[in-house]
């Protein structure tokens, strides 16, 4: 491969304006959660983990914000200038999809695939990134499903001034390797998982050399080679409550884009697969209800293939294969669940985030699984009508949301997460027609 000169790596604010509509803070739903989250546990002594157990995989401003219960977090301003290069996005009435459906809905989207990578995922990537360069780190580990959080850290760290490595979930590694071409084009570098490179995929190879891979085994392997290397870290794209933090961007911006044209969201669609994209666009409206009585309607959209939150039990489990990462409280199909090779590989992990599983079991939101083939129809049906391809993930906000809009009698608002655009993932999309 010929060697490309890094480009200056941006650890310091450049003096570039922001967009005063950038948000300033991220929303921490656990200041207004009505009983605390279940802790993480140590996975050898199943106690309370502390930061000296976080300490060897991530930067402590990172753990600091795991374990936070402000509010408000500010968002450096590093940061916010690197946001403001698509941020906010857009928030978008699908009055075409509305007539073609009938509906006396009102019907936006929260549109998140303007971003350089395509998906919400460089939300948290900049600020994960940007945290580790702050603390010196040389290099991040991470895993990825579809593709969408491999390139979106190799994005950020080509900007941060850190060397990126990606295991990606052998299934989207084989059927999508334009976002493999995009994570290298960013500077990253991706291996498929299970690999023949670390000691959990060695085991896991042997024990089924055919095996389609899975996140789980994904993350034993990021985890792995940056628990080996002392200028190493490890990123996590979903899951744990700093990335959902992160995400609050999202609802954070769609509340006040309503709030600006008088409207209130009735109800909002987010696909859920870890957690991040449904936990960044809805966490500030719970908030909202919890805070001001507000009466906004959430519903989780997850695959019938991995459905995590309709089938899996309420219980500590490991977030990984191996073993190596903590016990979190959440719902779990099993850390050794291997899901089929569904085209919406961003959503084919075995739990669900520990926020997102204790905002189900106290009845802030609710969870619907859709089959492969609606999340397709309605994907087919929503770009012919408002132009943009959504990404296979995001079909599923879709299909559900279309659902309830064509039984609807009255004008209610109905808000869509559109975490990312489908262009990389057409392949996918010709295989359904």
Known sequence: MTEIAASQPLTEPTGTAVPSSVPTHWYNLAA???EPCPPALHPGTREPLGPEDLAPLFPMALIEQEVSTERWVE???????????????????????????GTPARIYYKYEGVSPAGSH?????????????????????????????????????????????????RASYDSKPYRRFQMETYGGVCHPSPSDLTESGRAILAADPDTTGSLGMAISEAVEVAAQDPEAHYALGSVLNHVLLHQSVIGIEALEQLDSIGESADIVFGCAGGGSNLAGLTFPFIGRNLRDGA???????????????????????????????????????????VPPPIHAGGLRYHGMAPMVSHALELG?????????????????????????????????????AMAHARAATTDETIVIGLSGNGVLDLVAYEDYL
């Open 121 to 169: 995922k460089p939300n948290t990537a900049v600020a994960q990134a940007y945290y580790n360069a702050v603390e010196g780190t040389r290099k991040l580990t991470t895993e990825t499903g579809a593709g969408q959080w491999g390139a979106s850290l190799s994005l950020a760290c080509s900007l941060l001034g850190l060397e990126c490595e990606v295991w990606q979930v």
């Open 295 to 337: 009466t906004t309607r959430v519903v989780a959209c997850e695959p019938a293939a991995c459905p995590s939150l309709t089938q899996g039990e309420y219980r500590y489990d490991h977030g990984d294969v191996a073993g190596l990462t903590p016990l979190l409280k959440m719902h779990t199909l099993g850390k050794d669940f």
């Open 75 to 101: 968002i450096p301003q590093t940061v916010r200038e690197i946001y403001g290069r698509w941020r906010p996005s857009p928030l978008i009435r699908a009055d075409r999809l509305e007539r073609a459906l």
């Open 364 to 400: 802030l939101l609710s969870a619907t699984a859709i089959e492969q083939d609606d999340a397709f129809r309605a994907g087919i049906e929503f770009a012919r009508a408002e132009g943009i391809i959504p990404a296979p993930e995001s079909t599923h906000a879709v299909a559900a």
């Open 32 to 34: 207004d959660l009505p």
